[in-house]
């Protein structure tokens, strides 16, 4: 019975790492950083200075009425600022959207003019091998919140390996 019942503590721990891990490699992108979703942003070297993967999150932060969230379906309908055959369309304030698969996506703001003063963002989703564009930008601005995801993250993964190493003793 004892060891039935380390059996199922090693299968919880096992299956807690994993998630952890996968966790820690999702990372969540605040549209804009600071300023958010909003005209005064110059999105395209805010889009530089991230690496988005497969499993990553867009966060959109806005004032609802104000802007709102519209994915276009191609670079055609992004160039022109066309938001006549949008895919989807999110007026929240606070508009997640995952990423889950590889390849370009086209976000503008569906109020009238936005997308023309440049609220317009173009990523590219990377998979989770794939090596992204260098950073060579500085490092600072862009990447200290997943920093601290990640340390924390590992801070629980090592709490778990602890505990497996305590179950199999
Ligand atoms: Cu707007």
Redesign the pocket.
């Given at each position: 019975m004892a060891m039935f019942c380390r059996g199922i503590v090693v299968v919880v721990v096992v299956i807690f790492v994993a998630v952890a891990t996968k966790e820690a490699l999702a990372k969540q992108h605040v549209v804009g950083g600071s300023q958010g979703w909003d005209?005064s942003v110059d999105f395209s070297s805010w889009e530089s200075s991230q690496t988005f993967r497969v499993g990553d999150q867009l966060v959109f932060k806005y004032t609802p009425g104000?802007?709102?969230v519209v994915e276009l379906a191609s670079e055609k309908e992004y160039t022109k600022c066309n938001i006549g055959n949008a895919l989807n369309s999110m007026n929240g304030g606070t508009s997640t959207v995952k990423l889950n698969k590889t390849g370009y996506r086209y976000f503008t703001?569906g109020?009238l003019g936005?997308c023309q003063e440049g609220?317009k963002l173009k990523i590219k989703t990377l998979a989770l091998n794939e090596s992204g564009p260098s950073t060579s930008t500085s490092p600072a601005s862009a990447s200290s919140a997943p920093i601290v995801l990640f340390s924390s993250t590992s801070m629980l993964i090592a709490i778990a390996m602890f505990l497996v190493l305590l179950v199999m003793v």
């Open positions: 005209a104000l802007h709102s703001c109020t936005h609220m």
